[in-house]
């Protein structure tokens, strides 16, 4: 279990932890393929969201998966990718969570993932948290930490004991 302290400090930029869903590259579920492998190589990312047209998050989409498709039909040939869609390929089976997380389901989840999508009660995409923002906030705790002397060198803390 997190303690109070840690916690307390962790969250201290909470808001930047969230990358809001209009910050985030995402493709729609009914987009031809053709056009989601056009959006992950001019965007970055190896994997984004998968969205519907009504903002609820429904998957996620990799350009592993993309290329692997790829790999799959006769000639390796962008153009053929137009007869399927986002849906034909997408991974559903992910771990998300919701607004009201805490922050350790967040750092457990995180740690077999790069980002965890984040959802409302409604499933609606609120964004996305990385493993680079929670990465920060530590640097930032153990830097606050450091700083305010709540580290104490075991043989020190022993000798203050006795
Ligand atoms: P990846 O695309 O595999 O990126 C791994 C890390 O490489 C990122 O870690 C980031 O530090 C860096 N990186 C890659 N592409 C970048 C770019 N175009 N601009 C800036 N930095 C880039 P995180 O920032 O922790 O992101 C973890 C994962 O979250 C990313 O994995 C990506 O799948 C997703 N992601 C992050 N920001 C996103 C955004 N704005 N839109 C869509 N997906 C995003």
Redesign the pocket.
Same mark, same amino acid.
């Given at each position: 279990m997190i303690s109070h302290a840690v916690e307390e400090l962790m969250l201290e930029n909470k808001d930047s932890m969230l990358?809001p869903a209009e #910050?985030?590259?995402n493709v729609m579920v009914g987009n031809p393929l053709e056009h989601a492998l056009l959006v992950l190589s001019k965007?970055?990312?190896?994997?984004?969201p998968v969205l519907d047209k009504e903002d609820h998050f429904v998957g996620l989409l990799s350009i592993n998966d993309v290329v692997d498709k790829m790999l799959e039909l006769d000639e390796i040939d962008s153009t053929n990718l137009s007869d399927f869609t986002v849906e034909d390929i997408m991974r559903t089976e992910i771990a998300m969570v919701d607004t009201h997380c805490e922050l350790e389901d967040v750092l457990h989840l995180l740690v077999n993932a #790069?980002?965890l999508p984040v959802v409302d009660d409604q499933h609606i995409f609120k964004g996305?948290i990385? @493993? @680079?923002e929670i990465l920060k906030a530590v640097n930032h705790t153990f830097h606050e930490l450091e700083q305010k002397n709540s580290v104490v060198p075991k043989f020190l803390a022993a000798h203050l004991k006795s």
């Open positions: 990358i #910050n985030v590259a965007v970055g990312y190896s994997t984004i #790069n980002f996305i990385t @493993r @680079r």
